[in-house]
């Protein structure tokens, strides 16, 4: 189940957090979108619902939404980033192509076994994990053979 942007909403003000008409349509953008959006095609989108919205803004409530683990980042080749609303309930990775930059989800890492040996070895106490791997998808693939 995706986090929907009125379900953040009323996670934000449980919180005590304002929610301002940009907010609002950053959060709108960003549940309206299947894909994981950098920063300026979350500003882009969000100014067909807020013209005036700044870029500062995109950024500190992406910061917040991140902080509160509320959305996914993705880490793209040449220290970019994008976003996506987080699944709640499902445990997911990404692959990203370094030559486009999508990002596709998968769940089933199976590195719950690694994380209870790292656990009993380090007595480290592992709160989470991010995985991704880096490649070419199939689109850029079948481009790159035509040429």
């Given amino acids: 189940m995706k986090l929907t942007a009125n379900r953040i909403a009323g ?7 304002k929610l301002t008409p940009q907010r609002h349509a950053i959060l709108k953008a960003m549940a309206q979108s299947h894909d994981h ?7 882009d989108r969000a100014r067909g619902e807020c013209p ?3 870029r500062v803004t995109v950024y500190r409530m992406i910061k917040l939404l991140t902080e509160l683990k509320l959305i996914c980042e ?7 980033r994008s976003y996506l609303m987080r699944r709640p309930t499902e445990h997911h990775h990404h692959l990203i192509c370094n030559y486009c930059g999508r990002a596709i989800d998968f769940a089933c890492c199976g590195l719950s076994e690694l ?12 709160e989470g994990h991010l995985l991704e791997f880096h490649g ?9 053979s035509e040429q």
């Fill in 11 to 17: 996670i934000l003000r449980k919180r005590g957090y």
């Fill in 37 to 43: 959006l950098t920063p300026s095609a979350i500003l």
């Fill in 52 to 54: 005036a919205i700044g």
């Fill in 74 to 80: 993705v880490h793209i080749e040449g220290n970019y």
């Fill in 115 to 126: 994380e209870q040996r790292l656990t009993r070895e380090t007595e480290f106490k592992i």
């Fill in 136 to 144: 070419r998808c199939r689109h850029c693939q079948q481009t790159a």
